[in-house]
């Protein structure tokens, strides 16, 4: 499923609509390659400038594909599923602003342990390389992925070059991936064994909104409510028009007669 199609996200969105609130339990494994240190001298990113050189197409692409999963996590959580994302250690996920916007959410309304982070070894779960991972989740049983530190002995057989180190034509030592690293992309058998066996107690102690107030006023009010550029500067890559366009112009849409006066024809 490609989230940054726009059919693709619509898609997501509609899977998620049709999981029963509060006893689900959705991973995200996003990719990888721009947000991680070794592409930091093409992608420009640190954690001081997290959404990297925007002028490069690869850039562009992680940035949207990161907001559009930031928001798909949001709507996990207004759901009440449990979520948990994946990232390789040193990514800059945690820097960037759309994130950093979510978990700072979370925390004004559910508690300071709404989002619990946690690293491990891939090599724990029979991986053919090391691997250092970080585990976002709203819950906190995520950290039993964490089994201590590495023994050279877990690591089984022999372990494939993934990185080919060289001098550049400035003398600098540069960084390029073999064919051998793209299989690092997929998770072991053994690792998807444990998610399963912690999949009850990751549900069990996920971190639950609190109840909604009863005087809420209804969508119809709150969304006629808002100014008409109104808009979150973090989610400016999500391309949120688009979808709403795509949506928006379906033949078979039926939208109630209640919210025919609020919902615009579209966005430019």
Known sequence: MDLNSTSGFCLAICYLLRVTPGDGYVHFGMKCSSLCSMNMGTSGRSACASTGRESCPSVVYTNQLLERTTLLV?????L???????QPAGSVLEFYPAWRWLVARMCDVIGPYAVSKTSFW??????????RH???SNSCVVGRLNKGSLSVKKIPGRKPITVRRYKGKDGRTKYQGTK???????YPVAFAREMLRLLSDLKKHR????????NLPSGQEMLGSLPSDFGRDEFSCAAVSKV????????????PSSWRAVLPPGFL
């Open 180 to 186: 051998a690293l793209q299989g690092t992309e997929r």
């Open 207 to 214: 971190a639950i909104l609190p109840p909604l107030p009863g």
């Open 122 to 131: 891939m090599a724990h779960y029979m991986s053919q390389t090391p691997k």
């Open 74 to 78: 949001l709507l996990c959580t207004c």
């Open 244 to 255: 709403y366009n795509y949506l928006r112009g379906g033949k078979n849409l039926n939208i």
């Open 134 to 136: 970080w585990m976002y």
């Open 80 to 86: 009440g599923l449990v979520w948990t994302v994946e």
